[in-house]
T-cell receptor, first 109, second 114 residues
Framework: GQQVMQIPQYQHVQEGEDFTTYCNSS?????IQWYKQRPGGHPVFLIQ?????EVKKQKRLTFQFGEAKKNSSLHITATQTTDVGTYFC?????????FGAGTILRVKS | DGGITQSPKYLFRKEGQNVTLSCEQNLNHDAMYWYRQDPGQGLRLIYYSQIVNDFQKGDIAEGYSVSREKKESFPLTVTSAQKNPTAFYLC?????????????FGDGTRLSIL
């Protein structure tokens, strides 16, 4: 079945360093959504990418959707302690939304 | 403020017992969803409902049941047939009926076995 692989599983960075998480699918996605879940909290929608090669920015966060619509990345520039949490991608295959396992980000101050 | 309310926050289940998790939304959203979250795994869809009085099985529906008698409410029952119910359960809703809409989540219910 459809599967979204997300890497790395876990990353621990020094405050001010950059962070990137990647999502990969073996088949083409209709779109991809990104969510952030703070420790002890619930996932919160960040953004949705629909077009091939699309790049969107939200302050220090940059989201990319691959040309083949099979992969996506989230890059955070100069991480802050407020960035801690788990970042999930969710790929849409027709009418089926499949979540990646998430990347846990920890930031050392 | 509009949002999704899940209750209780923590729930304990005895062997052979059915338990019901509540999910209420005042966002006037059409569709509602139940997900299960286990450590190190992505969210897995249990059931979803796009309109009142209709619902569909997700990927892991066995051992669970739902109802959608009102637009605002989508309770999930974890039955005794669910042998490994310990998990974090998240309810979500979307404005439209399609999964391309952003999901709005409640705060979750953490279910444990006694």
């Amino acid at each position: 079945g459809q599967q979204v692989m997300q890497i790395p599983q876990y990353q621990h960075v020094q405050e001010g360093e950059d962070f990137t998480t990647y999502c990969n699918s073996s088949t083409t996605l209709s779109n991809i959504q990104w969510y952030k879940q703070r420790p002890g909290g619930h996932p919160v929608f960040l953004i949705q990418l629909v077009k091939s090669g699309e790049v969107k920015k939200q302050k220090r966060l940059t989201f990319q959707f691959g040309e083949a619509k099979k992969n996506s990345s989230l890059h955070i520039t100069a991480t802050q302690t407020t960035d801690v949490g788990t970042y999930f991608c969710a790929g849409l295959y027709g009418n089926k939304l499949v979540f990646g396992a998430g990347t846990i980000l920890r930031v050392k101050s | 403020d509009g949002g999704i309310t899940q209750s209780p926050k923590y729930l304990f289940r005895k062997e052979g017992q059915n338990v019901t998790l509540s999910c209420e939304q005042n966002l006037n959203h059409d569709a509602m969803y139940w997900y299960r979250q286990d450590p190190g795994q992505g969210l897995r869809l249990i059931y979803y409902s796009q309109i009142v009085n209709d619902f569909q099985k997700g990927d892991i529906a066995e051992g669970y049941s739902v109802s959608r008698e009102k637009k605002e409410s989508f309770p999930l029952t974890v039955t005794s047939a669910q042998k490994n119910p310990t998990a974090f359960y998240l309810c979500a809703s979307t404005r439209g009926q399609g999964l391309h809409q952003p999901q709005h989540f409640g705060d979750g219910t953490r279910l444990s076995i006694l």
